[in-house]
């Protein structure tokens, strides 16, 4: 199996190739910004950090646009953070257009935010937070509870913009912080999360090890 890191300047490229090694150790695990890789791989891993308007410059440059569409509509996809968000139609970060694989539209945290006993939240939203399932998803396996329901499990976040689909059929997970946002999404073989997996201890290679097996 050929995983593809997709590298486009931006992202915790190392730490996210490290974990997929851990969790697959026989896979061949590649940090790539090449399109041809991409078209070449079994899975591919679009991770992200920084801002939304340097990641799509610096992903555009790269020639990687019509390589990444193609992977999204064949391959077991993953995007992360940043990741996630590209893969919406519009960003409020830059007033930055994205790649408009899923219908939505990315949005910045209220600088008013309290938490629910009045304490004012810090944007960025940053360390652990409850992630819940509110649909059944391969991404998710190991995380019910005893009687098969979904129950939450602590991620690590680092965010300032949420993702509002417009289908909220794709909504594969929530979060609270100051509001409920959408924190995971899964249409298809598309599948995309807020937190960072790689940061997240346990539960992180958990679910990195349920998108290696994974079949869509």
């Not at 593809?4 to 590649?30: F, T």
């Not at 041809?36 to 079994?42: G, M, T």
Request: glycine share 8%; proline share 7%.
């Amino acid at each position: 199996m050929k995983v593809v890191i997709v590298d486009y300047g931006m992202g915790n490229l190392r730490s996210v190739a490290k974990a997929v090694e851990h969790v697959a150790p026989s896979a061949q695990v590649i940090v790539s910004d090449q399109a041809r890789s991409l078209l070449e791989a079994d899975r591919v891993i679009i991770p992200g950090q920084g801002a939304m308007h340097d990641c799509m410059r610096e992903f555009m440059a790269r020639g990687l646009h019509d390589a990444l569409l193609k992977a999204a509509a064949e391959k077991p996809f993953l995007g992360i953070c940043v990741g996630m968000q590209m893969l919406f139609d519009h960003s409020e970060e830059g007033d930055t257009p994205g790649l408009g694989i899923l219908p939505g539209r990315v949005c910045r945290f209220r600088n008013d935010m309290v938490d629910a006993q009045g304490v004012p939240l810090k944007v960025p939203h940053m360390g652990w937070n409850e992630v819940i399932p509110v649909a059944p998803h391969p991404l998710w396996k190991g995380f019910d509870g005893p009687n098969g329901e979904n129950v939450g499990e602590r991620f690590y976040f680092v965010h300032s913009y949420y993702c509002h689909p417009a289908d909220a059929s794709a909504v594969a997970a929530r979060t609270h912080y100051g509001l409920p946002f959408t924190c995971a999404v899964a249409q298809a073989n598309i599948a995309a999360i807020q937190f960072h997996p790689e940061k997240s201890a346990a539960a992180g290679l958990r679910l990195l090890a349920n998108f290696i097996d994974w079949q869509p």
